[in-house]
């Protein structure tokens, strides 16, 4: 498990090399659901912490911090391109907001404060192998009653589109729905359609 991890993170941390510097110039004409993600959150006025995981160039907590005062939260990406971004993009939140490059899973997550919810956006697709470790992780960590809220690729029925995906290391099987809605309990669930259906992308906040 190890070596596969560590393959993977090389094989992101390349990918990322290049990607980083242009991604929030670029991601919006394909990512999408992200906002609506975010604006579907109804965090309560009293403490509330989040963990994102994936939180790339932390445009995702940045807009959280902004929208709800009584929130702190834990970012964590593989990239340490990203998380230089995401570090200088959050620096005035310092005090709540913690931005660490490094893994999910092979972190002592009890070190941590646990979280009320826990956010994966375009982040799940593109973690092959690994990503059913990290859900099944995600709804031990939450706390009791605590939320996941996912934002991600769901399927396509174009194969040269799904091939040409996999290049660039996602999967859109309609894989990730049927396990969240083993792990959690739907609260909200959408599927859409981008482009005219060539693709389809997941909307999903469940209770644990």
């Not at 906002?35 to 932390?58: A, N, R, S």
Request: aromatic letters at 12%; charged letters at 20%.
């Amino acid at each position: 498990m190890k070596t596969q991890h560590k393959t993977l993170e090389q094989t992101l941390s390349s990918y990322y090399q290049l990607h980083a510097p242009i991604y929030d110039l670029t991601r919006w004409s394909f990512l999408f659901g992200r906002i609506d993600i975010l604006k579907k959150l109804q965090t309560p006025k009293k403490p509330y912490h989040i963990w994102e995981i994936g939180c790339g160039t932390g445009k995702n907590l940045s807009f959280l911090l902004k929208k709800h005062p009584t929130i702190s939260c834990l970012g964590l990406d593989m990239s340490s391109e990203m998380i230089q971004i995401a570090q200088k993009k959050l620096k005035k939140y310092d005090k709540i907001c913690s931005i660490l490059n490094t893994t999910y899973k092979v972190n002592h997550t009890e070190d941590w404060e646990k979280p009320d919810l826990i956010l994966f956006s375009y982040s799940l697709s593109m973690i092959n192998p690994g990503w059913e470790e990290l859900l099944e992780q995600a709804q031990k960590d939450l706390k009791p009653g605590g939320h996941i809220a996912v934002v991600d690729f769901h399927q396509s029925t174009f194969s040269g589109f799904k091939k040409w995906m996999g290049v660039n290391h996602v999967e859109m099987n309609g894989h990730l729905l049927p396990a969240l809605e083993k792990l959690f309990t739907p609260t909200q669930k959408e599927i859409k359609s981008a482009y005219f259906g060539i693709w389809q992308y997941l909307l999903f906040v469940g209770k644990k």
